[in-house]
Nanobody, 125 residues
Framework: QVQLVESGGELVQAGGSLRLSCVAS????????MGWFRQAPGKEREFVAC???????????DTTDSVKGRFTIDRDNAKNTLYLQMNSLKPEDTAVYYC???????????????WGQGTQVTVSS
């Protein structure tokens, strides 16, 4: 059974930093593109960042414009863990953050097969 378990979300002041983690089990982690998404109250789930599989070369990453230069996605295949380093946080970053796994390198929600339960990030002004 596939499980993705996020952690690291908490209340933080604007300008602060957080690092989210997502530990995967029940799947061949290195075979999947991994992504971070977020959903604020009353809004649709949106793409944040994704990182490709590792076919012997360097990882490809994609990041949504609103977090470029502030958020960094990374993965450790030896630990089956996905990370999201979030710096210079803003109140508009407040949301539940989800990790997800896809067979494609994509930003589309519908192409992700497995999802975690989410972790709450709240940024106060």
């Amino acid at each position: 059974q596939v499980q993705l378990v996020e952690s690291g979300g908490e209340l933080v002041q604007a300008g602060g930093s957080l690092r989210l983690s997502c530990v995967a089990s029940g799947l061949t982690f290195s075979a999947y593109t991994m992504g971070w998404f977020r959903q604020a109250p009353g809004k649709e789930r949106e793409f944040v960042a994704c990182i490709s599989r590792f076919p012997g070369g360097t990882y490809d990453t994609d990041t949504t414009d609103s977090v470029k230069g502030r958020f960094t996605i990374d993965r450790d295949n030896a630990k089956n863990t996905l990370y999201l380093q979030m710096n210079s946080l803003k109140p508009e970053d407040t949301a539940v953050y989800y990790c997800a796994a896809s067979k494609s390198f994509t930003s589309k929600v519908g192409e992700y097969i497995y999802w975690g339960q989410g972790t709450q990030v709240t940024v106060s002004s």
